[in-house]
């Protein structure tokens, strides 16, 4: 057993916190698991990436092979796009968040972000389905951007057949967080939930 | 594809970079791109802006493409020798305090409500004020002998809208470039009093600055002065003392772009006033038009202008300098458009 | 990660690579660590530092690698375990104290953990310090798994105190940044007694017969390297198409065979100890070869390593053709990654890459589609602040002047987010070295003026003895320390101006204008978020002459961030917005650039995005309508 999935998005966004959770709460489960993340400089506003392998302890290196992540989780469309040829293949599922955060080259003006439906229809065409869900106006409802990451891991782990329940997550959110950030963030992790119970209803 | 150039790459290509600029002040104060620092006007950063102001509204640029422009004197116009009579106006004046008395009356009556003027400098080169009260004006009288950029003064006023009404004070280009603002109705004329400085070059600020460290002059100056010739000196006046600097030592430091400038007395002005050859304490008027005439009488009525006929000799004098630098930039001119430097 | 918890002993947890290393030190009794930040090394020191909160053990942030090693050798000659790390750069800075060091030996185990970083993902180059092994003759390791580099980590030190001599560890930015299931060890009771015994000295002399002696120990270690379980072949008996591997290659490699089918016709020899390398195994492994392809990061230090002993035994060992960096099979720059190891396998095998269709389809229809992500500073930045202060001052001074740069986030000022201002960038410190070159080119001629920056940590690492030449050769200097009380790039360590140590306890800071001003040099201090009054004090300092420092002081964003935020809720009025007309044309995002405003293009007005904007304010001091405004939050 084998499940590669990417997490990519943008500096800032807790990529690399929402992989981390991930993968203790499948480590807990029993799994094997390999986290491969690629941040430095590109912590600062860059593309993050996150290859994020459950598995049945096989020799697995950090980076997924090319075109055979079965999952891949967008926190940004445009970062979305840009694994889609290197790492997707016709039967990888999107989870896509399509609030764009815009590239400084974009709102400088040298170059155009490319549209939003055309992200999607690209997408749509060359997956077997996608997910295509406005977390982040979720996000600011329940107290600011700060909680995207949370909401989309209840998206994840509530797609059919996903190695991880959202139990799973509650149980390690309960030794992360204290207080309000612990109500929040399992308060976020239902909105994630929701939003693909009620994109699965409209589809 | 762009295929003229941006306003912004006109204006760098062909004057700034080409060390053509006078440093008005017209194109400072109104973006964010072209700044005024001690004598020159920098590029912050390119500006992609297709048609822009900052090209139209530049004197040399105006000098380039459209020719020398306006004789100094049209039809209509006169010559008078004038001073201020109160001592308040004459205290701090260069010659005959004509331009204090005027500056301050607009203020006083009203008929401005503010007036775009050079200050003293200090911690750098002097710069353009807004001043609405007429006592400042008397303390900022005097020449400069530099340029200042004043008009970046102006450029905050206009920059909010049209002002209401408000008086310049400024050299012929910069007079020349409020007149390209009212040709582009960004202020209408009847707004804005033009009163111009006779000028046949003015020094960079730096290049200035040096050269009277070298001199030893090592405090910020109070009073400049270039006494008629055949003196050719350049007269510095400080706290700590007196230079006599022989002029041609200062005249590296005249700005490359006064050659091209054709205007001696500041033509598109409504009155232009300058030094009385030999005639201390006065001061040469040019007057240009009903509003000019209308301003002389009124301070005459007044008691506060002493106006009398600019006597013969001293006119000659004036018309061979107005012609002579007229001459020497339109060869100037002509040369650069031979070389193909336009 | 509480990585230190004695209730972990002997379970299965998630760790990631340096965590791995730092557990696994301390499984080895490890009782002092130091080090210098920097990625990908930066989180082994820290989870140290955090076990040493309740462990009896002692861990810190040195000024630079060198006296890191040197603090930590200290340990070691008083019969303790210590470990050193650093990255690829910091064993530049470190090697001259390494080189001496393997020559006097040491007691307690030493083991020098070196981070490359391979592509060069956060440093300025992508050197190999495997190198470093040869130089100063000792062992490396180098593991393929945080698993692994715990259980290396701790022979390493049982080595170390095996041929008494330094050991290099050395893992690199994708192993360093893996996390993965680790089952712990147990910790002992760190319990020790330091002693230096004065009648055995630590030093280089006579040097011909310590070199000798540095040469036994080596060969002592290479008997233990033809035992120990790291080296180990995989695959077919044929041994006829050998891939020899380390690290993560070794991974990618197994993977690849794996997926393609290939174990009948390949097999992998992984190596784990690469010097000195494992001849025996090799050999027997090798000898009837006849093609041999070598996958490591990043240079073809395997590979040489490999031919030099096969030609040593050439009479017994068949011909054999080899591939790999020096025969430009593999690229001879960059991170090795699956997918050319998997386009070499498959085009060699005459095998189908999966999907191969699908990703050249995909990508001829993104051609151009996909803009490329621009580093910037963060909202809040206040090197944006300073950079665009330095930008105004050099446009003001107008001598084409510029700016000699360092290492840090202010690396950024080559790219448009610091506005281009930057225009060299090496090694840490050597902007002001530099500078104060430049500053003594005035008496040759030159009239261009040059502003340094460099960070408040790099400061204390490296820049000290420039800033010190600087003064003692009068040279026209003018720095600028960018100083944003902390070490931001690598994740916010202390450091000697922080007031607070690695493992938190409060020392007094070291004042940065303090050690400047005792050298006579002229000093001011600006705040970064106030643009114009920065611009004009430095383009004052330009107009002057001798060495001279402004310290440019604002905490990092990210650091104000999280202690309370920023004071102002950002708005844009639209009725002063002049978008793309003459006067403004859309400055704020076309040069400022902060990711927090963005420009609707529908409206063509500038807007603030709420999601991204921290609320500091700096924009609207830039903005020439003051139409963007700072409300409050």
Known sequence: MILNLVITGVGGQGNVLASQILGRAGVKKGLSVTIGETFGLSQRGGPVMSHVRFHDGRVVGPIIPPNMADIIMGLEPLE??????????????????????????????????????????ILQENSRKLLWVDGTTKSMELGGAIFLNTIMLGALVSLDNFPLTIEDIEEIFRVTFKGERLSQNLSALQIGRELVLEYDQES | MQDHKSAFEAIYGEVISQGLCVACGACVGYCPYLEYKDGKVVIIDSCKVGTGRCEAVCPQMDILRNGPGKAALEEGGGYFLSKALPKE?????????????????????????????????????????????????????????????????????????????????????????????????????EQVFKIGLFCTWAMEYREMSKLLEKEGVLETPIRFDIPPPPKNIFLVEGQRGKWEIPLDRMRVAIQKGCALCPDMTGSYADISVGAAEGIEGHNTVCVRDTRGFELLEELTQKGILKVEALPEANLSHLKTAIKNKRERATTKLKERVSHGDI | MEIYRRELDNSKVLLQGNEAIARGALEANVVFGAGYPGNPSSEIIETLAEAAKSLPIYVEWSTNEKVALEAATAASFS????????????????????????????????????CDDPSGISSTNEEDARWFSRLADVPLLEPSTPQEALHMVKDAFWLSEQIQNVVILRSISRLSHTRADVKLGTLPDFRVRPYFDPKVPFHTFPIVPKHQRRHEKLRKAKEWAEACPYNEYFGNTEKDFVIVSSGCAFLYAYEAVEDLGLWDQVGILKIGVSYPLPERLILDTLKSASKVLFL??????????????????????????????????????????????????????????????????????????????????????????????????????????FVSGDIGCYTMGIWPTGFNMVKSVHAMGSGVGLSSGYGKLKELGFGQPVVTVCGDSTFFHAALPAIVNAKFNNSDMLLIVLDNSATAMTGFQPHPG????????????????????????????????????????????????????????????????????????????????????????????????????????????????????????????????????????
């Open chain 3, 296 to 401: 490591e990061d990043v240079d073809p230090f395997i590979e040489e390593g490999v031919m030099a002993l096969l030609s040593a035994h050439a009479n017994g060992v068949k011909p054999k053709e080899f591939f790999g960096r020096n025969s430009s099979h593999i690229p001879v720059a960059g991170e090795t990654n699956p997918y050319l190891i998997r386009r070499f396998l498959s085009d060699y095998f005459g095998k189908d890459l999966a999907y191969g269709e699908f990703r050249n389809r995909i990508q001829k229809l993104l051609e151009g589609k996909v803009p490329p992500r621009e580093f910037g500073f963060c909202p809040g930045c206040p090197h944006r602040g300073t950079y665009y202060a330095i930008k105004k001052a050099l446009a003001w001074d107008h001598r084409e002047g």
């Open chain 2, 89 to 189: 106006f004459t205290k701090n004046a260069q010659y005959g305090g004509v331009v204090s008395a005027m500056v301050s009356y607009l203020l006083s009556t009203g008929r401005a409500e503010k007036a775009v003027l050079t200050d003293r400098g200090g911690k750098g080169s002097p710069k353009g004020v807004l001043v609405h009260s007429p006592l400042e004006v008397i303390s900022l009288g005097g020449s400069r002998y530099t340029a200042s950029a004043s008009l970046s003064a102006l450029n905050r006023l206009l920059k909010d809208g049209q002002p209401q009404r408000v008086v310049v004070v400024g050299l012929p280009c910069q007079m020349r470039a409020v007149s390209l603002m009212e040709k582009r109705s960004e202020i209408r004329s």
């Open chain 3, 498 to 633: 922080t007031g607070k140590t690695a493992m938190g306890s409060i020392t007094e800071p070291v004042s940065i204008e303090g050690i400047c001003r005792s050298m006579g040099m002229e000093v001011e201090v600006i705040d970064p978020y106030e643009i114009e009054e920065s611009a004009q004090l430095i383009y004052e300092f330009l107009q002057k002459s001798g060495p001279r420092l402004i310290v440019a002081r604002r905490k990092c964003a990210l650091v104000q961030g999280r202690e309370g935020g920023f004071p102002f809720r950002m708005r844009v009025n639209e009725e002063r917005c002049r978008g793309e007309e003459c006067g403004c044309g859309r400055y704020c995002t076309r040069v400022f650039r902060c990711p927090g405003l963005v420009y609707e293009n529908k409206k063509k007005k500038a807007m603030i995005d709420e999601v991204i904007c921290v609320g500091c304010g700096i924009c609207a001091s830039i903005c020439p309508m003051g139409a963007v405004e700072r409300g409050e939050r």
């Open chain 3, 79 to 114: 019969g303790l375990r210590s470990i050193v790390t650093m990255k690829q750069n910091g064993l530049n800075v470190a090697s001259d104290f390494l080189t001496n060091l393997t020559l006097s030996g040491t007691k307690g185990g030493l083991v020098l953990v070196t």
């Open chain 1, 80 to 121: 979305t796009l840009r694994v889609l040829p290197e790492l997707g293949r016709p039967d990888t599922l999107y989870l896509v968040n399509k609030r764009p955060i815009y590239p400084l080259n974009v709102i400088a003006g040298d170059v155009a972000y490319p549209p939003l439906e055309g992200i999607k229809e």
